[in-house]
């Protein structure tokens, strides 16, 4: 079967914010998910966007059991690391299940990382469930390294009422 | 001695900007990790794109450290996207010389980040700590910061140069 990833356009906002939902579903947190597709379209698509995101796209004749030829996409941003410089962070990854197996993420991976060459990144970064073992395992296949393991690192996070009560003590 | 301001990072702050970095680096035991320069602070900090923005906290002529420095505080962050809720403030390293602590100006620095955060409209802002790094911890669950590593089992990974090499030549 043949696909295609490619940068993805203001019209496949609602293909992609389908596809966010299902990763969340999987990661078993569908009820966190706020954004709507015109969010991630503002987002996403102005002059100063917040976010890249690519795209696996199959042929008509391969689309999904509901009719989707959208099936995967890869959701990405630029940081910066204080030791080595400009680095891509890769937010998320997913394919559809009946669409694995074929080498499509593996194929979005490859596009992000070449994007974040191009751009004088030194390094990919993501964060990964500790019981998610079958993206555990891809990652490790991959040459990944777990931070968190190794030196420790924590994720961290100020938000909703937190962040107001912070933010109000400024003067 | 209580006077500092906190004052946007201006191009002629980077040296400055890379010693603290060195700085915290030594505290995190990585200081052989820092390969950034002065040029790339430069460069990738106030182009037309910034990879990062950074605040400053300067102490008057008066009160400079015992090498002479006036600028003895930082906070280098940049904007990152959660495809669930939106935009989010990622705090990328946050420093303040020993012997400026205690005179509430990490304090100052953190509000006034969180003020930006909920200026932008960011829901959130995320950053990591070092699992060994009590004091830090501390620091943030005090005012309200969550451990997403430990309450969700996020685990930060990294894929490195040499890989992402390999990986975007792979098709």
């Known amino acids: ?171 | 001695m209580a006077s500092f301001i906190l004052r946007k990072a201006e191009p002629k702050d980077v040296s400055d900007i890379l010693r603290l970095i060195k700085e915290l680096a030594k505290f995190e035991e990585m200081e052989d990790q820092v390969i950034l320069t002065e040029k790339d602070l430069l460069d990738d900090g106030f182009g037309e794109h910034p990879f990062y923005h950074c605040v400053v906290a300067e102490v008057p002529n008066e009160q400079q450290s015992s090498e002479g420095h006036t600028v003895v505080g930082f906070a280098m962050y940049y904007f990152t996207y959660d495809p669930w809720i939106g935009k989010l403030l990622y705090l990328e390293d946050f420093y303040v010389m020993k012997e400026y602590r205690g005179y509430g100006m990490g304090s100052k620095i953190l509000k006034h980040l969180s003020n930006t955060a909920v200026k932008t409209r960011c829901s959130s802002m995320h950053f990591i700590v070092a699992e060994w790094n009590k004091p830090s911890i501390e620091f943030y669950k005090r005012r309200g910061a969550s451990d997403l590593s430990s309450e969700e089992g996020w685990r930060l990974f990294e894929i490195d140069k040499q890989y992402l090499v390999k990986m975007s030549s792979e098709e």
């Open chain 1, 1 to 171: 079967m043949n696909y295609t990833v490619r940068d993805s356009t203001p019209e496949d906002c609602k293909d992609i914010m389908r596809l966010i939902v299902d990763l969340a579903e999987y990661e078993k947190m569908a009820n966190e998910v706020k954004l709507t597709h015109k969010e991630l379209e503002a987002d996403g698509f102005s002059s100063n966007p917040f976010f890249k995101c690519l795209v696996a796209e199959v042929p008509e004749e391969f689309k999904s059991k509901e009719g989707h030829t959208l099936v995967g996409y890869g959701f990405y941003f630029f940081t910066y690391s204080t030791f080595k410089g400009r680095a891509v962070y890769l937010e998320d990854l997913y394919v559809m299940p009946e669409f694995r197996g074929k080498g499509i993420g593996k194929a979005l991976m490859s596009h992000i990382a070449q994007i974040g060459r191009a751009r004088g990144c030194v390094r990919m970064q993501f964060t990964v469930l500790d019981w998610n073992k079958p993206s555990l395992d891809f990652y490790s296949s991959q040459g990944a390294l777990n931070l968190t393991a190794t030196e420790g690192w924590q994720l961290l996070r100020f938000e909703g009422d937190h962040l107001e009560k912070l933010a109000q003590s400024a003067n």
